[in-house]
């Protein structure tokens, strides 16, 4: 018998089910491996052994098995409250916050029969695309640990890659599920606004933000992403404030089968390109060029589509990123132990006029409508995940936050675009440049079209046959 983390999350369910191995068990196994790897990592912010085996003791003996996430080990991000459990939302500004209530996201975890570990580490406030926050180590990448894990759920990811977690859930509200996935070689997936009712991403400003799934594969991404929809099973009986157009699910059941042949775009420009040098490294474009092959040679249509400029993008975001600093709950002489680019954000939020705000809202509602229809002839639009390979620990300018941004932008233009269409979007890891890092692309969606997505992703991780590869720690 193979070592229970070498196990996929839909193997380890398997196993669950046929009572081959325990929840205790199960979660043992992970704490174990937190205990001895994440030291030289840095992917958790808080570790709970005792509260976990009881939470899994619990689940054996009191939760139904068909609880879509029966006896799964994860943990929370950081930016959620879990009663009882620190939520530092990666700042020394919370350094002491211990909640007494949970947030949805967690109780659906819950619901779902998970079993969680801890919190993994967030930037501060989830603001930034990399984990190097003051509060704590840097999050560091499981195939080189002198380079970043990517952000804000850069500790959920580098977890996974690690072998620490079998998937974890994630938030995104401008790639910070996709950033640490793609940089960590795994699968990171946003789905549609609306579509997980426990972040339906109207409580963020321009709704940007949902949560989702990170995994090491397509069909371990689709069976979190179900327990995070419906944690009591489908049919979906969870409060829904609204919903994603387009099939409720289950996905799992797409992400297996893999089937069918879509009409696919290719898409190596970017809103960014008006406001900022964008270079799309060799290795970003090796792994798009093998992507492309690989889905020609499953007979799908490919056309590359026509660059179409806009350059009201980067001032229209900006604005919207700065003014969602604005309302973070520090003020007065506790400011200072806010990061540099925190206190920068927020001075520039806090300084945001009404009518800039609601005309670069309503810049970014126009702008939603010109990408679904420049999308709307494919079934899925196809691109980098990243610009780059991740960066160094320590390359992002901590003090200022002009150049900070910048390089944010540099590393990942691909992403906070679709997060302002609500569009879906999965990122897929395909292949590993010559000095063994993972590179992956991005396929993002019809609005409600997650079950193409998983399928598509299934399809190109089977014909790359990149679902055994890890990193050298595992």
Partial sequence: MSELHEYTALELHQLLQRREVSPVELAQHYLDRIERLDPGIGAFATVTPEAALERARHVEEHVPT?????????????????????????SRAF??????????????????????????????????????GLVGPPTRNPWDPALGAGGSSGGAAAAVAAGMLPFAPGTDGGGSIRIP????GLVGVKPSRGRVPAGPGLATLAGLGVAGPIARTVADAALLLDGLI??????????????????????????????????????TDSPWDDGYDIEVSEEARSALDRAIAAFEGLGHGIEAMAPEPEPGYPDAFRTIWQAGAATIPVDGADEALLEPLTQWLVERGRAVRARQLAEALAWLAGFEERVIR????????LTPALATPPPPIGWYDQEDGERNFAQQVQFTPFTSFVNVSGLPAITVPVEE????????VQLIGRPGGEATLFALGAQLERRVRRRYRHPSMW
């Fill in 66 to 90: 068909a609880a879509p996430l029966w006896g799964l080990p994860l943990a929370d991000k950081d930016l959620h409250r879990r009663a009882g459990v620190p939520a530092r939302f990666g």
């Fill in 95 to 132: 350094a002491d916050f211990v909640p007494d209530e949970s947030d949805e996201l967690v109780r659906a975890v819950d619901d779902a029969g998970a079993v969680s570990l801890g919190k993994t580490a967030t930037p501060e406030f989830g603001l930034p695309s990399y984990t190097e």
């Fill in 181 to 184: 996935a793609a940089a960590c």
């Fill in 230 to 267: 419906a944690p009591t099973g489908y049919p979906a009986t969870h409060r829904y404030a609204v919903r994603a157009p387009g099939d409720d699910g289950p996905y799992l059941g797409a992400a297996i089968r893999g089937e069918g042949r879509f009409q696919l775009g290719v898409m």
């Fill in 374 to 381: 420049r999308f709307s002839s494919f079934d899925a639009v």
């Fill in 433 to 440: 440049t010559a000095d063994g890092l993972p590179m992956g």
